[in-house]
């Protein structure tokens, strides 16, 4: 065990870990940068939620994408410095745990695991359509269905094979956005453009006689929903060499370079799309299809497909992975029931095998349960992001509490002078993030519905307190907790 403000040795193992890592270190930093980059996934978000949030806010919503980048890179930036001292695997659950305590963490734990089980079904439902229009099916909700279920099961195949596996598909993924992104972004400014710049500032009249800013606010789901995945580089932290090094470097890559592919992306399909009128009023469903069609024609369109199928199963591999190393940190602390089972490792392929299968069947079910709604998609995303996002902030709280009682990260990356300010201005914007997420904005729909994703926040915020506090799963582990925070002599002066 490493003492408090000690900087965590041996790349993630003992002193950071509180116990012997089983995993081993065969992520590269591209590979991790990799990784990172196709959770964040900008072809992923960008085509699942462009036909919403340009029927909702017009072409401005791009603009999205710099108010959550910049807001995000704060929140990388403190995950950063955590990371650097202590590379522990599964991510916000350990980092929660040594900048606060045991009961912090558990409800941090357990609300990134939900919120990760959800936005893989989320990721896989998305792709859906694609696959329908890739093999010259029609789509419908079924289908859907069964195509979200079909690619959860391929993307833990592919977390199975282990880690060098994982890596493979990390940079394959990675390839594949990069075409998404780019090059068919370059062909369609090339040979397909209708607009010119001046319409990411014109709204089509999406605001009818009042403010934008409340249709810009609801139509920016596509920047929330865009710039999470950078935490991933840091869950698998104990299969990286260097981890204090590499990994806040990764997270940084993953919002900047991310976040320009996907803003690139986003803006070669606005300036693609003939009609606004018609997809602002419903008449045009999905007109990234459409304008993939009409540009490239049905042989290039379907291989195009093809390329954001990759794109989708890379995103769904890595999301797996993330899930899988957080239940198997969970578990390994004894943080929950039937934890000797989830912390059950395959030594053959390095990764922990029941665990992963709790992230598989765990989204499938989720996406069966999706037939009950009409409008699946979008409340499955939506609460997706609210639980990431609440998740997140409830690690960067925890870092600024930690500063204020005496906290000096000492890794091998920090903020020095300026980590307070941007560990304050990071909170400042997830909770902007999260009450924009959760507003209701269809009062003509019934309360429940209206308020869906926040009464989805609160069931899991619920049901896990009354699970920690009947179960007191929190207090079995023995890992270290709390101990960022310098513990105090009886004269009141903290010990280095």
């Not at 522990?88 to 305590?101: C, K, T």
């Not at 139509?219 to 104990?238: N, T, V």
């Not at 009450?435 to 619920?462: E, F, K, T």
């Amino acid at each position: 065990m490493t003492d408090a403000g000690t900087p965590a040795t041996g790349g993630g193992n003992g002193g950071a870990v509180g116990h012997g890592s089983e995993f081993r270190k065969e992520m590269g930093p591209w590979a991790n940068f990799a990784l990172g980059f196709t959770y964040l996934s900008p072809v992923v978000s960008t085509y699942t939620l462009f036909a919403t949030s340009l029927a909702t806010g017009g072409p401005p919503m791009i603009w999205a994408f710099l108010l959550a980048g910049a807001g995000q890179f704060l929140v990388a930036l403190v995950f950063g410095e955590v990371v650097a001292q202590y590379p522990i695997a599964g991510g916000v659950y350990p980092w929660a745990r040594r900048l606060w305590g045991i009961r912090w963490a558990w409800m941090t734990g357990w609300v990134y695991m939900w919120a990760l089980l959800v936005t893989i079904t989320s990721v896989a439902y998305g792709a859906g359509p694609y696959i329908a229009i890739l093999f010259g099916f029609e789509p419908s909700v079924h289908t859907t269905v069964l195509c979200t279920v079909v690619l959860i099961v391929v993307a833990a195949l592919i977390n199975y094979a282990g880690t060098r596996a994982l890596s493979q598909a990390a940079v394959i993924g990675f390839t594949a956005e990069l075409v998404g992104a780019v090059v068919v972004g370059v062909y369609l400014l090339a040979t397909h453009r209708f607009h010119g710049l001046g319409v990411v500032f014109d709204d089509f009249g999406t605001s009818g006689n009042g403010s934008y800013l409340p249709v810009f606010l609801s139509a920016a789901i596509i920047g929330f929903y865009q710039y999470y995945g950078f935490e991933a580089c840091g869950d698998l932290a104990e299969e990286v060499a260097r981890p204090g090094i590499v990994i806040p470097k990764a997270m940084r890559r993953t919002v900047y370079v991310g976040g320009a592919a996907a803003t690139f992306t986003c803006l070669t399909l606005l300036l693609a799309v003939s009609d606004y009128q018609a997809v602002i009023a419903g008449k045009d469903s999905d007109p990234v299809v459409r304008v993939l069609f009409d540009a490239l024609g049905e042989v290039g369109a379907r291989m195009v497909m093809g390329v954001v199928l990759i794109s989708f199963l890379s995103c769904t591999v890595s999301l797996q992975a993330a899930a899988g190393r957080l239940i198997y940190s969970y578990a390994r602390d004894k943080m929950i029931v039937g934890h000797r089972l989830l912390r059950s490792f395959s030594y053959a392929r390095a990764v922990p095998h029941n665990a992963l299968l709790v992230a598989a069947v765990v989204p499938a079910v989720i996406a069966f349960g999706s037939l009950i709604s009409e409008d699946a998609l979008t409340k499955i995303v939506s609460f997706a992001i609210l639980g990431i996002y609440g998740a997140f902030q409830m690690v960067v709280l925890a870092a600024l509490r930690a500063r204020l009682k005496g906290w000096r990260p000492n890794g091998e990356f920090t903020l020095g002078r300026w980590g307070l300010l941007i560990n304050a201005a990071g909170l400042a914007y997830g909770i902007f993030a999260i009450v924009n997420i959760s507003w209701a904005r269809n009062p003509d729909q019934p309360w429940y519905d209206n308020w869906i994703v926040l009464l989805c926040g609160g069931v899991v915020l619920g049901t896990g307190l009354l699970y920690m506090f009947t179960t007191h799963h929190y207090g079995r582990g023995d890992a270290p907790a709390g101990d960022a925070i310098p513990a105090r002599t009886s004269g009141g002066t903290s010990r280095p």
